[in-house]
């Protein structure tokens, strides 16, 4: 039976922790990570309407885009919102997941499903961030234990590299060690210096995977203390695999602002809040900038790529006037809520493939706004 700590797993694999901002509250929020799991519901706010559906559905499990614990709290009573909220949760067996910014930055994440909607290429981010989310292993080990070692380390994660799996390198060497009072060496004595033939074992492994592998090789390492070093990868990757917050792409052909918004308008969730646009209606579009949610802090990193619309939620009147009046590209402001809902397919199709169980979307909009007008 899979249980919450295993899916937990498959979802930091995909969306690091280590990817999320520094103000975020990413990870598990409620629920026992040794229960088992074999329906996972998904979307992209915890209200109390989902709560009460991910129970009615026989979830044992919500996965959620925006963290229900973002803001401090000194309560979770039964009689306040966020405390009825969690209690729904813990009451009806289903166990409370975010990945917020670590899904925007990761890839595939909400930016790339945005990006798909709109009709562009994923390229590079509009912020990358450096790093692989990859480390690299050197374990010593007595040659003997070496394939059943390598064998739990792989079980677990470890070894993988694009298409190939069980990947390692080894190479022959001796250790030396004197075991003192207090210790129990699996060789050796007590007081004397010891020194015998030992592998060392490279891989790789998800940095996601790095607490977990510890407690596989502690268990299974037949030394009390093994030998064993974690380094980080460099960032190798081209800008258009990076990680980081937005996206730049390119349209298979150009059309007009005024056409592309009406693309952005027929491919994304229908809200009432509808869909924007500011800049010369009949300018030509080609190369877009998207950022799933709230945009308005990467409108100057924006102004400087060369785009000829930026694509976000919940820009403000003053900064747009400010970045325009700068020169920047159009922009077209959706809903937050539209520009990344889409995603909980995504998370749900990769959960389904990785982990095996049974996945469904909460498809109530939980889009704040429920009625737009315009003057008669």
């Known amino acids: 039976m899979t249980t919450v700590a295993e899916i937990r797993s498959v ?15 990413v990870g598990l929020i409620c629920g026992d990570p040794a229960s088992p799991v074999d329906t996972v519901a998904f979307a992209l706010d915890c209200t109390q309407a989902v709560a009460e559906q991910a129970v009615a559905s026989g979830a044992q499990m919500l996965v959620v885009h925006h963290p229900l614990l973002l803001r401090g709290v000194t309560s979770v009573a039964a009689d306040t919102p966020k405390g009825k909220v969690i209690h729904t949760l813990i009451t009806g067996g289903v166990a409370l997941f975010a990945a917020h910014t670590n899904a925007d930055s990761a890839r595939p994440g909400v930016n790339d499903r945005l990006a798909e909607l709109v009709g562009i290429s ?3 981010p509009i912020l990358p961030r450096g790093g692989t989310n990859l480390d690299k292993w050197g374990v010593q080990v007595p040659p003997a234990n070496a394939e059943a070692l390598k064998s739990a380390l792989f079980a677990a994660g470890a070894g993988q590299i694009d298409n190939y799996q069980d990947c390692s390198f080894e190479v022959s060497g001796t250790g ?9 060496p699996t060789i050796g004595q007590v007081g004397q210096h010891h020194s015998d033939v030992e592998l060392r074992i490279e891989f790789v492994a998800p940095a996601a995977k790095r607490r977990s592998l510890i407690t596989v090789l502690r268990e299974v390492h037949p030394f009390e203390q ?5 380094v980080e990868l460099a960032d190798t990757d081209s800008a258009e695999n990076s990680y980081g917050l ?6 298979p052909e150009a059309m007009t602002l005024r056409e592309f918004t009406q693309q952005v308008a027929d491919r994304l969730p229908v809200t009432c809040w509808g869909v924007r646009a500011a800049g010369d209606p009949e300018s030509i579009v080609k190369k877009v900038a998207v950022s799933s949610g709230s945009g308005d802090s990467l409108l100057d990193a924006v102004r400087g790529l060369g785009v000829d619309v930026f694509v976000t939620s919940d820009l403000r009147h003053h900064p747009v006037d400010e970045y325009l009046r700068a020169g920047g590209p ?10 990344e809902f889409p995603w909980t397919a995504q998370a ?8 095996g169980v049974d996945t469904e979307i909460i498809e109530l909009r939980t889009d704040p706004w429920t009625l737009s007008a315009h003057s008669s």
């Open 11 to 25: 979802l930091e694999d995909a969306y690091p922790p280590k990817l999320a901002e520094s103000w975020d509250a």
């Open 122 to 124: 994923s390229g590079s």
């Open 176 to 184: 030396e060690f004197t075991p003192v009072v207090g210790a129990d």
């Open 226 to 230: 093994p030998a064993f070093d974690i």
């Open 246 to 251: 937005g996206r730049i792409g390119e349209l």
């Open 330 to 339: 159009p922009v077209i402001d959706t809903a937050h809520w539209a520009s």
């Open 348 to 355: 749900a199709e990769l959960v389904q493939e990785r982990a």
